[in-house]
């Protein structure tokens, strides 16, 4: 993995990342200066971008590519549409990573130091700057929120079909069940004559 500085002129952002929602939460002058606290991070297949478990104050931006959520080494997750957030959740509970995110192939990630960010901005100082960028976290955290519950909901009706299908099997006996009975009374029958 590669990691460049960002570097622009001031009020010259490039139009994607204009569309990133994270980045759209900011005033141009804030933007510019959540911009100069990032790093872009050119990644390979298999980089390691965050590590489960590790401790860090980055919050990251998907610029381009796939990337894969692991939680003790298993695939549990996949973040691919450009513009999404990942690992904001440090910036609110300060804890161990919960899980890795691993990069499936070629990938461009914004990496934004949000301790940097407060030592630039203390929160008795630039209130609307931390109001804007927590707001954006709830917003986030409360997406993926529906989203999992959306998810949970669906996987419970899922087994709860496969309950009663597997309750409707045993309840009834199966066809071989059923032509093993038939062949002992008919041999039952042949020895009765």
Request: proline fraction near 4%.
């Amino acid at each position: 993995m590669k990691e460049y500085a960002y570097i622009h002129d001031d009020g010259a952002i490039l139009p994607p990342l204009k569309a990133v929602p994270f980045l759209n939460s900011f005033t141009d002058e804030q933007l510019d200066e959540v911009l100069n606290s990032s790093s872009l991070l050119q990644c390979d297949p298999g980089d390691v971008i965050i590590q489960e478990g590790s401790i860090d104050t980055r919050i990251y931006v998907l610029l381009s590519g796939e990337l894969e959520v692991r939680v003790g080494g298993k695939k549990v997750a996949a973040i691919a549409r450009p513009g999404d957030v990942f690992g904001e959740l440090a910036l609110v509970n300060q804890d161990k990573r919960a899980a890795s995110v691993i990069a499936g192939g070629r990938a461009l990630c914004l990496a934004v130091d949000q301790k940097f960010l407060q030592d630039m901005h203390p929160r008795e100082e630039d209130p609307a700057f931390h109001a804007a960028l927590f707001e954006f976290v709830a917003r986030l955290v409360a997406k993926k929120l529906d989203a999992t519950s959306r998810r949970l909901a669906e996987v419970e009706k899922e087994l709860r079909a496969l309950k009663e299908a597997t309750a409707s099997d045993q309840a009834s006996p199966s066809v071989a069940e059923g032509a093993e009975d038939s062949i002992r009374r008919s041999s039952r029958r042949k020895q009765l004559a």
